[in-house]
């Protein structure tokens, strides 16, 4: 990949009649433009050099200002090269303005807000922006706060007045989690200081979590499979994802909408989880319930589309970010509702959604012996990452074997 720096004076005058003086960024031919506090006139600017000439009063100072404009930014590629062989202007451009963030708590939150939305951690991205309107209500001020100004009596505070709004400690523990996130990258980025850390003193696990049973035993798994749908023919899509779910390793409800028939041979696919970019490959069990399962969408076809589910309604091109986000989301509540109608006729008491799925196959796995390394592979999470080098010895059949029989 090419990238180049080069600061430019750009040739739409001013209303002082002079021109303004900008830091450009190109990644593979795409260009993105940062103002630098600069202006001139054109007889002052030396283009080919991308420098003040002798005609500005103040040349030799501000070329150095200019020259300090240039390293910060090939320091950030330098960064990006150093972990990646390729990268977007995105990238950059998210640590270049987060490079340029002072100390501020919460231009650096709205930050993290954006980078999650562009990655799309859509979910995550909301979560934080509620936190932000959180902060905003218990302070008026909150946007002039520095990261120093988020103390422990700080942290004490908002708790207090979360309680009062009518929060409970799980709710609580989403909005402290969200700032100790915040906060840690931060620190990584050399914008807020270590010794000034209040997640030291404030304690995230001395709120009281509400222990809700995520996954299925055994039993009721079995009951499901085994459910006649003839009782409620509304859920059999709700009960065929979730199935289909389990026995694909846990895969996501936003991962299944998007797997199409092309990309299974032999009972075998990959895909890249949209959550955390990892590749994951899956091998499909061939057992009565996935067969079946195939069958039927084979001939169920109520939209013009590739994707194995019916879920999205068109092709994922001709969505937007939020349009797509928002389709997934419909869907899925509406299939929770319906599982929720499935295991209220099988009486199981287990609070139900199709994230459960999840749980279940994780759960199930490890009760079978499989190795939690093995587990964490397979559902490719984040903390792979600090795994990963020795996951990549597994050798493809001893993690199909594992998996092949769990029920």
Not at 258 to 281: A, D, M, P, Q, V
Request: hydrophobic share 35%.
């Amino acid at each position: 990949m090419k990238s180049s720096i080069k600061i430019v004076c750009k040739k739409n005058a001013l209303a002082d009649g002079k021109f303004p003086i900008y830091l450009r960024i190109t990644i593979d031919r795409k260009s993105k433009f940062y103002k630098i506090p600069y202006s001139c006139d054109l007889r002052e600017w030396n283009e080919a050099k991308g420098r003040f000439n002798s005609k500005n009063s103040n040349y030799l100072q501000s070329n150095r200002v200019l020259g300090n404009f240039e390293d910060d930014a090939s320091k950030i590629l330098d960064e990006l090269l150093e972990y990646k062989n390729t990268f977007t202007l995105i990238e950059f451009d998210n640590l270049y303005r987060q490079n340029s963030i002072d100390n501020n708590f919460v231009e650096f939150l709205e930050l993290r807000i954006k980078q999650l939305y562009e990655s799309k951690q859509i979910s995550y991205s909301d979560s934080h922006n509620d936190t932000l309107i959180s902060l905003r209500k218990f302070k008026s001020n909150i946007d002039k706060y520095s990261f120093d100004d988020i103390d422990y009596n700080f942290l004490l505070n908002y708790e207090t007045f979360l309680r009062k709004t009518g929060c409970k400690d799980g709710g609580i523990g989403v909005y402290m989690r969200n700032i100790r996130a915040t906060f840690n990258i931060a620190i990584k980025s050399k914008i807020a200081k270590q010794e000034l850390y209040p997640f030291k003193d404030y304690k995230i696990s001395a709120l009281k979590s509400q222990k809700i049973k995520k996954a299925l035993t055994k039993e009721q798994l079995q009951n499901l499979i085994d459910f006649d749908i003839k009782k409620i023919p509304s859920a059999i899509n709700a009960r065929y994802l979730y199935l289909f779910s389990f026995y694909a390793r846990g895969m996501n409800f936003t991962d299944l909408a998007e797997l199409r028939w092309g990309e299974i041979e032999y009972s075998k696919f990959s895909y890249k989880r949209n959550k955390t970019g990892i590749n994951i490959r899956v091998k499909i069990p061939e057992n009565d319930i996935t067969n079946e399962i195939l069958k039927f969408y084979k001939e169920y076809r109520p939209y013009p589309t590739d994707y194995i589910f019916p879920i999205l309604k068109k092709d994922i091109l001709d969505y937007n970010e939020e349009e797509l986000f928002n389709r997934k989301h419909s869907v899925r509540s509406y299939y929770n509702k319906q599982l929720k109608l499935i295991f209220d006729e099988l009486k199981i008491d287990t609070k139900i959604n199709f994230y459960t799925a999840r749980h279940t196959f994780a759960t199930l796995s490890l009760r079978n012996g499989v190795q939690v390394s093995k587990i964490k592979q397979a559902l490719g999470h984040q903390s792979i990452k600090t795994t990963e080098s020795y996951l990549e010895d597994f050798k493809d059949h001893e993690i199909d074997e594992a998996f092949e029989n769990l029920i």
